[in-house]
């Protein structure tokens, strides 16, 4: 449950509040010239006081983070003959969570100002728009005037009624036409904001949406699919996965599950959950000579001592098999005896409703000389960082203190792996039974070091996806790419338009010339 403290009051639910766009007094994304109330707002009213981005050379985020919008290609933008002003089409919202830990000053994502611009760029209108928590609970940390029962119900039921008036202005139409208003919706809304009863209110909306033709970027159910751990099974049979990748989603097949992978190889079990590393654990027997030369010929013994490491913060512990399997599957017990992880365990618990599952994967032993992640705008490779743990270490997280040194996709160490990520590419989202969605509008794929091929060069293999409000604050030059993405994936006939206007200026341009070659 999220808590409400006085240093963070709940925001008026005017439209003034949904329509501020995270200024600063460089930015250009204007604010709504009128305060509407929310209870007599429709989507049309928002359409028409939308400002169109005057783009600017820079556009400032908050005082520490800035970036350059470029110029959207003008091939894109259509021109009215007479007054020679851009002409917009559709509407595509940008919806955040309210609250969290990646807001500015303004209460916006330190990126979505950015994003808006570069969508008004791209030929599209855009807002910032918010829903709020629902169940927020009094802080027992808090023990000001707004922390009381009171106070927090009342905030309840006015976000109750925010977000209730939100979903009618998404979901509305034109009266003359039928269409609706909404053409797509950009989700940048991080995971754990939300409280999980609020989340699934905002889920329903946004599939609600999708289900009446609203081009949701990305769909919660492609997050769900690409973000959970059991993604590498279901990629396993691409260039990208490994082969022997299993998923367990309750304690007997993990208990039988492990007992035979562990024999065999060291592994890596994952759990869903967790975030920074946190219940990743790498796994070896202890007698590293007692690994068997095939799968599934030895059934490692309950009393069997393993080395575990967690990723997180690449603290060692050692446990027996019986030990760890307790302690993944019931936590802190007399039976899985002391931990020091800074996890409870229990990663099954609440089963697969409550996205509980444990991912075994092979380790791959070059882990150590780190990550290459991947960063993606639709089916555009547009940067290559590779994160290398810190001397000693496993944990390619920057809390564990791992280097973080960025590549162009071109980089010639990494070739291998972005010609096999290339052809991947097309049977991805088929892979996760999710081939009538489109590539996430931003993600991520982190691969780990394989083995060498046969003429010496790098292999890779996933370890995870993340398509869950990638942030670019840190590639606010990325914005404009971002904007043309979400555009085209809205209007893919633009691309058509675009390529029949070139078409008939080259007709145009050759005719003119054959022409003046005759008057000479």
């Known amino acids: 449950m999220s808590t409400i403290n006085s240093s963070s009051p709940f925001p008026s639910a005017s439209v003034s509040a949904l329509m501020s766009s995270a200024n600063t007094s460089n930015s250009s994304i204007e604010k709504a010239p009128d305060v509407v109330s929310l209870s007599t707002c429709t989507a049309a009213t928002l359409r028409s006081n939308t400002t169109i981005a005057k783009s600017p050379e820079s556009a400032s985020v908050d005082g520490s983070i800035s970036g350059t919008i470029a110029s959207f290609p003008k091939s894109l933008i259509k021109e009215n003959e007479t007054k020679k002003e851009k002409v917009m089409r559709g509407f595509i919202p940008i919806l955040e969570a309210a609250g969290g830990t990646d807001k500015n000053e303004q209460g916006h994502r330190r990126d979505s100002a950015a994003i808006l611009n570069a969508i008004q760029e791209a030929g599209s209108k855009s807002v910032i728009v918010q829903f709020h928590e629902e169940q927020a609970v009094v802080s027992n940390a808090n023990d000001s005037d707004d922390n009381t029962e009171e106070e927090v119900s009342r905030r309840n039921n006015q976000a ?4 209730d008036a939100l979903r009618s202005m998404l979901l509305g139409r034109d009266e003359a036409t039928g269409e609706m208003h909404v053409s797509g919706l950009v989700l940048r809304n991080n995971p754990g904001t939300l409280s999980s009863y609020t989340q699934a209110k905002l889920d ?64 890596v079990i994952k759990q869903n959950r967790g975030s920074q590393g946190e219940g990743i654990w790498i796994c070896k027997l202890k007698d590293e000579a007692s690994y068997c030369d095939k799968f599934g010929d030895v059934i490692a013994d309950l009393e069997t001592k393993l080395v575990l490491m967690e990723a997180n913060d690449n ?11 307790e302690f993944c599957v019931n936590g802190r017990t007399d039976v899985s005896g002391e931990w020091h992880s800074s996890g409870d365990g229990k990663y ?35 940067e290559l960082i590779h994160k290398k ?64 091929d046969e003429d010496g060069k790098d292999t890779f293999h996933v370890g995870e996806f993340n398509c869950a409000c990638v942030g670019i604050t840190q590639q606010l030059h990325q914005a404009k790419l971002v904007g043309e993405t979400a555009f085209r994936f809205c209007f893919p006939e633009v691309d058509a ?12 341009s050759k005719r003119q010339k054959s022409v003046n070659g005759q008057d000479q």
């Not at 699919?225 to 989603?249: F, N, P």
């Not at 996709?409 to 039974?433: G, S, T, W, Y």
């Open 160 to 163: 109750r009624a925010h977000n």
């Open 315 to 325: 603290h060692v512990e050692e446990h027996t098999v019986a030990e760890f399997l």
């Open 204 to 267: 329903a909306m946004v599939i609600e949406l999708d289900q009446l033709g609203v081009k949701v970027m990305s769909h919660p159910e492609v997050q769900k699919k690409m973000g959970a751990k059991d993604s590498l099974c279901k990629i396993r049979h691409l260039r990208c996965g490994l082969e022997d990748t299993d998923v367990y989603y309750d304690a007997d097949s993990f208990k039988a599950g492990f007992r035979k992978s562990i024999a065999f190889r060291p592994r």
């Open 389 to 452: 743990p810190k001397a000693g270490g496993l944990s390619a997280t920057l809390q564990s203190g791992a280097i973080y040194t960025k590549y162009p996709p071109d980089a010639p160490e990494f070739e291998n792996l972005v010609a096999n990520f290339k052809l991947d590419l097309p049977r991805i989202m088929e892979a996760f039974d999710i081939s009538d969605q489109p590539l996430p509008l931003l993600w991520t794929a982190d691969y780990i070091f394989g083995e060498k």
């Open 497 to 508: 338009d675009v390529h029949n206007d070139v078409n008939a200026e080259e007709r145009s």
């Open 348 to 382: 099954l618990e609440g089963g697969i409703e409550k996205g509980a599952m444990l991912v075994d994967q092979r380790f791959l032993p070059r882990i150590v000389e780190g990550e290459v992640r991947c960063m993606m705008i639709g089916d555009n490779l547009v």
